[in-house]
């Protein structure tokens, strides 16, 4: 399967999501620029090669807590942790053996369902892939509030189960 936005879907709900955190100045997030190096202008096409980014797709200050996340998106009836790229795993473990909190938001399309995946959680898991039961039963599930992510439960969440 072929899906030409893949990921915009849940990027666009986070973008939306931070310009309310913003108005209410409840904490900061911001989203990370690709790196990326041009190659090549051709008849208004440009070509570029993306390079491994340094920080996660956000970032962001809760209340004096630093944070990092990911965000990712499945059409499956799973989340296989293989999405995570080798960088983007390495820097949410930096995160957290720092105290700062690291996390994934995963979005299930099929379900239309928003979940946390904490980096502890990833780092304690046997199997590649998580079923869509284990999201359900085990980690905590975000509500879109009139199509707004409430980060404030994310975080109050995070800071309540690491202190």
């Known amino acids: 399967m072929i899906l030409k936005n893949k990921g915009k879907f849940l990027e666009t709900i986070i973008n939306k999501s931070i310009q ?3 108005i209410n100045n409840e904490g900061l997030i911001y989203k990370m620029p690709v790196n990326s190096n041009l190659f090549e202008v051709n008849n ?14 956000y970032i962001g200050l809760y209340k ?5 996340f990911e965000a990712k998106e499945t059409e499956k ?13 390495t820097k ?9 909190f690291a996390f994934i938001l995963v979005y299930f399309h099929k379900y239309e369902s928003l979940y946390v995946l904490n980096i502890i959680d990833i780092l304690s898991l046997k199997n590649k892939k998580i079923p869509y039961e284990v999201f359900a039963e085990k980690y905590i599930k975000i509500d879109l509030d ?18």
Request: proline share 0%; hydrophobic share 35%.
């Open 20 to 22: 309310m955190l913003e």
């Open 146 to 163: 009139n199509g707004n992510i409430n980060f404030n439960k994310i975080f109050n969440h995070l800071i309540n189960y690491t202190l």
């Open 77 to 89: 009836e799973y989340f296989s942790v293989t999405n995570i790229r080798k960088n983007q795993y």
């Open 92 to 100: 949410l473990k930096k995160v957290h053996e720092n105290n700062g």
């Open 64 to 68: 004096g807590f630093y944070f990092e």
């Open 44 to 57: 208004n096409v440009i070509k570029a090669k993306l390079l491994n980014n340094t920080f996660c797709d």
